[in-house]
Structures are given as C-alpha cells and as structure tokens.
Nanobody, 123 residues
Framework: QVHLVESGGGLVQAGDSLRLSCAAS????????MAWFRQAPGKEREFVAV????????SYTDSVKGRFTISRDNPKNTLYLQMNSLKPEDTAVYFC????????????????WGQGTQVIVSS
C-alpha cells in the first residue's frame, strides 16, 4: 500500500508559477500510474493530469494543456506538477493519486490519495 503526501501549494498571483510535489512511500513507486486531481470550493474533484508508471505516457485535461506539466522521479519516489501561467480558475485543493495497474482519468478508479495541498491564484 502506498502513502502519498503533497506539498508546494500556496498563494500566488495570476501568471505566476508553482511546482507541486507528491512524495510516495510504502510501495514500489515505479509500478504505479500517478495522477493529479483538484477540487475547487463547492465543486467535485476533477482530473488534471496523469502519467504512466515509467513516465512514458501523459494526459491532461484541456484547461491545463500547454500550461501544466506532470512528471515523476522514480528513484526519488516523487511526482511533480509544474504549473505555469496560473489563472484564478486554477484555485483548488490539489490531490495526487496512485493506481497500481494503469493510467486512468477516472477518479473512482484510484484507491490511494494524498491529503491535498491548497493552491490559491489571485487576480
């Protein structure tokens, strides 16, 4: 079973950048497909990006394409989300999630979640 801890959130202005990290422990990190989701106040948790176990494949929701980059460092057991050109609508709690078998965009298919890190983008 893998344990996930996010960090790197904060308060920034529109146009700024942030890099989120997700540290994993308790499992073979490279086996897991990893994803980022986010949840804005009053909204459902939504998919942001996913990366396959060995980093060979990535996918993004349309609203972040060209601005966000998901990556992973398997020897360091860490997942990243580089967020550039941030917009107020990116404000949310960001969660990382792990799937032991395959990369999926579906929230319900992830069993392992971190506690989340808050990102606030002011206009």
């Amino acid at each position: 079973q893998v344990h996930l801890v996010e960090s790197g959130g904060g308060l920034v202005q529109a146009g700024d950048s942030l890099r989120l990290s997700c540290a994993a422990s308790g499992g073979t990190f490279s086996r897991y497909a990893m994803a980022w989701f986010r949840q804005a106040p009053g909204k459902e948790r939504e998919f942001v990006a996913v990366i396959s176990g060995y980093g060979g494949g990535t996918s993004y929701t349309d609203s972040v394409k060209g601005r966000f980059t998901i990556s992973r460092d398997n020897p360091k057991n860490t997942l990243y989300l580089q967020m550039n050109s941030l917009k107020p609508e990116d404000t949310a709690v960001y969660f990382c999630a792990a799937h032991p078998n395959f990369a999926t965009l579906l929230r319900a298919q992830y069993d392992y979640w971190g506690q989340g890190t808050q990102v606030i983008v002011s206009s």
